[in-house]
């Protein structure tokens, strides 16, 4: 019997999506889109009636009139088929774009495969090590309650947001997002321009991250393939390359 794909709430995929999440094991930068109603269109895809696999196609936000594959994923016990079962999904959803995070190993087989125009958009980092970087003279102060901090990680949405002071006067800010699967946060961080080269960067990702720690989340972090600055500053912090968002055109 031939495959099919039909969309479906993004509840009746769930269980295959934790299986997803469990097989990728790190922060998966888009997984939030799945609760943002009217951004995505799921595909859900049936061998003999029964569900293998689902594909996501994000339709609004950033990729309104952009349909663009998002996520795709199929039961190892159904991997055989699966190329059979992308084409039948790209039949049926009929995007136009790729969006892949390149340790996502299926669809990025599938992007190689059916993509053209291929490019790397961001880098995606996790947590490597740890570092003992000196302050230099800097002090952290946080700017969002604490209550709002513990909402914020509970709900999966929001952040946490700090200010780098010396001598009572901001000199950078930096922050932690919540908007991914659990247990993971985005450190996110900016210098002003007449502070660095100074090291405070790699103080404020590292300050980052323990307080990341300390709330019970793991920390990872993203930045644009040319800004060389920004990922020299996550690495000194002892965040580590492992993955790049592929963006691409389907053929």
């Known amino acids: 019997m031939h495959p099919i794909a039909k969309t479906v709430a993004a509840s009746e995929v769930l269980p295959l999506r934790t299986r997803h999440r469990e097989e990728m094991n790190c922060q998966i930068v888009h997984d939030s889109i799945h609760r943002r109603q009217g951004w995505t269109l799921i595909y859900q895809l049936e061998l003999q009636g029964t569900a293998v696999g689902y594909g ?24 055989g088929r699966a190329f059979e079962l992308f084409e039948v999904f790209l039949a049926t959803a009929t995007p136009a774009f790729f969006e892949i995070q390149s340790n996502d190993v299926l669809p990025t087989v599938m992007l190689h495969t059916y993509g053209r125009d291929i490019v790397s958009e961001k880098i995606v980092f996790r947590d490597g090590f740890t570092t003992t970087h000196p ?26 947001d700090w200010i780098l002071e010396m001598d009572g006067q901001p000199v950078g800010k930096g922050g932690l997002a919540f908007h991914y699967n659990r247990p993971y946060a985005d450190v996110y961080m900016e210098v002003g321009e007449a502070f660095r080269r100074r090291g405070l960067g790699s103080y404020l990702v590292q300050e980052l991250k323990r307080f990341c720690y300390e709330l019970g989340a793991v920390p990872a972090a993203r930045c644009n393939v040319g800004n060389v600055a920004s990922r020299r500053t996550l690495q000194r912090g ?14």
């Open 135 to 160: 302050s230099g003279g800097a002090t952290m102060r946080l700017v969002t309650s604490d209550e709002e901090v513990r909402q914020s990680l509970e709900r999966r949405q929001g952040s946490s």
């Open 56 to 79: 996501t196609v994000a339709i609004g936000g950033p990729w309104k009139e952009k349909p663009t594959v998002l996520e795709y994923y199929v039961l190892p016990e159904h991997r």
């Open 238 to 251: 002892g965040l580590v390359p492992f993955a790049h968002i592929l963006l691409g055109t389907v053929n």
